[in-house]
């Protein structure tokens, strides 16, 4: 099983920056740069949306094109973390943010075999 942890989630003003990471663990047959990895976010009354995936060796697909000039995705295969680099962030970011994990990048949610668990992410004045 791998297991996925967000962190970095928090509140801040609009314009303001944050970087989310995405921790790997957990006793799998495969390596941390097998799994691509993505970022999706979901707010009230809404779907879980695909921002970006990465892959193992740091192919990006882009999802969402609203944030694809404010948001970055990268990798780091030493430390088995993934970051989501957002900046100028808006209020409509609000959201709980997630990474997830499957060999290949899809946008579809049910693609993904691990999810971690989410961090809140609100940007508010």
């Known amino acids: 099983q791998l297991q996925l942890v967000e962190s970095g989630g928090g509140s801040v003003q609009p314009g303001g920056s944050l970087r989310l990471s995405c921790l790997a663990s957990g006793s799998t047959s495969e390596p941390f740069d097998y799994y691509s990895i993505a970022w999706f976010r979901q707010t009230p009354g809404k779907g879980r949306e695909g921002l970006f995936c990465i892959s193992g060796g740091g192919d990006i697909s882009t999802y969402r094109n609203s944030v694809k000039d404010r948001f970055t995705i990268a990798r780091d295969n030493a430390k088995n973390t993934v970051f989501l680099e957002m900046s100028n962030l808006r209020p409509e970011d609000t959201a709980v943010y997630y990474c997830?994990?499957?060999?290949?990048?899809?946008?579809?949610?049910?693609?993904?075999?691990?999810w971690g668990q989410g961090t809140q992410v609100t940007v508010s004045s």
């Open positions: 997830a994990a499957h060999g290949l990048c899809d946008a579809k949610k049910e693609w993904y075999d691990y």
